[in-house]
């Protein structure tokens, strides 16, 4: 497992970098917030993002895609994290294009994947139903009628549910709330009679939303593979976008701890640089190791997803090795960085507020430190 | 592209020489997992346990494979960094024991190489190679351990000889070591920094002594050394007059990244190759705890997990400091960040197994105890020292604060 870029992923990395720098700063999250934009994206970056071809990077080229692979979007991630971007680059092209080209029929995926890779068409991905990450809690039905099936249930935390045309949704054709076997995932119009998505405002100010099904009526192939899905099979889905989202987080701490140290090394108190303090050095030291450890463990994982030997198990570990590792992380860099700055750190008016508050809803999406170290545990046989 | 082609197959051939060699003459016994007393030291009074081990040095230094990438023309085996990469991966997939362990090869070598002029090479290097001269460090002293750079032991020179008058303390193994390099002060009207010398020394000299400390441990791996008059030709200090603390820092950087590596056997959660119950914290907690399918006690489980995912995430990260260390030469600022978090995480590991064992973990001697629950008691105590020696946690965290991070001189605050 390479654990250093390419020069590939090297020229990427810069172009992504300078593209964000310079169009997509985090002066753009501030605007869409005090417009209350429900969209929680800027249409024209996203365009521009359309065009750079980051949404196709993950989609085989016969459907349109640059089948560039993992490694690449997570490095693209990594740089959007630096400037808190936000585009529907996590829930439609992390999430939802993976979950309808792992699962798919080629029919699915030929109706579906050119138009994610052309920008056309956004998604989200509903499967949470409690406040907290817990896949094996799906409540939410989907009934066999006819040639049909009708959902009924209810999903929170659903990422772009507001400017979504299409929905996700994980829903039970079997068995019990709680149970690993049973669940399908169906693609769901949001249009449609009985869908109905409640925008809830989240710290980060991302677009997410509350979603509602009654009596949702979906034909037999909205079902993803027309068949129920395996737990290593939806694992696998959420694994990659567990690394994936690792990958934002990284660039987001990164960026909050350098801000941090730049602070350190220009704000005067008693007569001396504030960076001069052994308090405050070895406190930055400290927070150095713990990044590095993540670098590592988010390029190992990004890496792995792209290594066709890799078994689930082997894929499921370092995922969660890598979502654990930058949960403690990014909640110790945040922390850190509004304490560093001092008071000026609780204003709004200065940017590192945002970097704390998109920290604390990454570590929640997808299974926060508790759930990734447990989780780590039982597949380490412990 | 066609080069690049050739030079893969280049590799490949190495490795299908390296293995069936390996095959051909690394002996059976070597072959199982490492005990503490064979591990093979070198040096004039050299003890081998195992006959095997003898044979196994000799045949390895031979080749020059005991220190693979060292030029051949001072007996180093003159591997490509991959080659010596290949060497490793062929080595470890038969568990071959490292044939020869020693400062010479961690410490001292590398810097020789890069500093030393060629008679001191010439001499020295190929020595260190066969593992026919043990040596010792001479850096701390009783009262420069953190502040190593006001170190007080002195050397003046009279005809084409330095006297050197002081004490070292600390002195891994002075006690066996046939030879010492040492830091000694050659200017005292300098600032500290630049008044230091390199030099190397024979321990039979005239005016040496020795004399082991006990630690918490029981153990005596470390000795206080004395300097009585002791006559130093001239000829055997290594660079420049004064310019000592270039190389003293260079070689440090080569210890931390040794001593990293104590951390590194956590990624298996394992003491270096025991198959007992105690060869990782999970068996243990486990084992003495009577579980089957997982950790009873939830809030240990989750402290061991939070332990693993470091040491996996650590080891990562050493394999990427090689990685990126390809295009640089040899160790750099990062090393102080490996030492650092290397030596915390071993320590974690230790304070964790006693943990999961319980009142087993703390037997002293005697009985009531397994052989292994009792050398867990003593490397638990020995684990202590890892955070001290090689430059004490703190030290690796100001050099990360300085050097990689470039924060502001703490000294600041006096001089203004």
Known sequence: MPLVLNEDQQMLQDSAKNFCQQHAPIAVLRRLRDEDNPRGF????????????????????????????????GVVLEQTGRTLLSSPLIATVLLSATAINKLGTDSQKAELLPKIAAGELLLAFAIDELPVHKPSHIAATAVKQGNDFVLNGSKTFVLDSPVAEKILVVARTSGETGDLAGRSVFVVDAKQTGVEVTRTKMVDSRSCGKLTLNDVIV???????????????????????????????????????????????????????????????????????????????????????????????????????????????????????????????????FDIGFYLKRARVAQQFLGDVNFHRNRYATLSGF | MREKE?????????????????????????????????????????????PESKLWLERMAEKGWTCPTWPQEYGGGGLSKDESIILSQELARINARPALTSFGISMLGPVLLQYGNHEQKAEHIPKIVRGEIRWCQGYSEPGSG??????????????????????????????????????????????????????????????????????????????????????????????????????????????????????????????????????????????????????????????????????????????????????????????????????????????????????????????????????????????KANSIEGGTAEVQLNIVAKRVLGLPDMLSLVSK
Request: glycine share 8%.
């Open chain 1, 219 to 349: 034909s037999a192939d909205s079902q993803l593979g027309t068949a129920e899905v395996t737990d290593s099979s939806l694992n696998r889905i959420l694994d990659i976008a567990r690394v994936g989202l690792a990958a934002e987080m990284l660039g987001s701490a990164l960026e909050a701890f350098e801000r941090t140290l730049e602070y350190l090394k220009q704000r005067e108190q008693f007569g001396v640089l504030i960076g001069s303090f052994q308090a405050l050095q070895h406190r930055a030291a400290i927070m150095y190791s713990e990044l590095e450890l993540c670098r590592s463990a988010v390029r190992a994982a990004l890496s792995a997803l792209d290594e066709q030997d890799k078994t689930d198990l082997e894929i499921a570990r370092l995922a969660s090795m890598a979502k654990a590792k930058l949960c403690e992380t990014a909640e110790l860099v945040s922390n850190e960085a509004v304490q560093m700055h001092g008071g000026i750190g609780m204003t709004d008016e």
């Open chain 2, 146 to 383: 953190s502040d190593l750079a006001s170190l007080k032991t002195r050397a003046e020179l009279e005809g084409d000889h330095y006297i050197i008058n002081g004490s070292k303390v600390w002195t891994s193994y002075a006690d066996k070591a046939d030879w010492i390099f040492c830091l000694v002060r050659t200017d005292f009207e300098v600032p500290k920094h630049s008044g230091i010398s390199f030099i190397l020394f024979d321990m039979a000299s005239e005016g040496v002594s020795t004399k082991p400390i006990q630690l918490i441990s029981g153990s005596s791996p470390f000795c206080e050394t004395f300097f009585d008059d002791v006559r130093v030709p001239a000829s055997n200090l290594v660079g420049q007059l004064n310019d000592g603390w270039t190389i003293a820092k260079r070689l440090l950087q080569h210890e931390r990244t040794m001593i990293s590596g104590f951390g590194l056997a956590g990624s298996q959660g394992d003491r270096g190759g025991t198959t007992s119950t105690t060869a990782s914290l999970e068996k243990a907690a486990m084992h003495y705890r009577g579980d089957e399918e997982q950790i009873s006690d939830p809030v240990l489980r989750d402290q061991i997990a939070q332990f693993k995912i470091d040491s996996e995430a650590f080891a990562f990260t050493s394999q990427r400091s090689i990685e990126e260390s390809k295009q640089a030469q040899g160790p750099n600022a990062t090393s102080s960040m490996l030492k650092y978090y290397g030596c915390e995480l071993n320590k974690r590991r230790y304070e964790l197994l006693l943990q999961a064992i319980g009142s087993q973990s703390l037997g002293w001697e005697g009985d009531g105890f397994s052989d292994d629950e009792l050398q867990i008691a003593r490397e638990w105590l020995r684990s």
């Open chain 1, 42 to 73: 800027d249409q024209d970056i996203w365009q521009q993002i359309v065009e750079l071809g980051w949404t196709g990077m993950t989609i085989p080229e016969s459907f349109g895609g640059f089948d560039f692979g993992f490694s690449g979007l």
């Open chain 2, 6 to 50: 050739s030079s893969v197959s280049a590799l490949e051939s190495f490795r299908e020489s390296t293995r069936s060699w390996l095959e051909e003459n690394c002996p059976p016994s070597i072959r199982t997992p490492m005990v503490q007393d064979e591990i093979v030291w070198g040096g004039c009074n050299a003890e081998f346990k195992n």
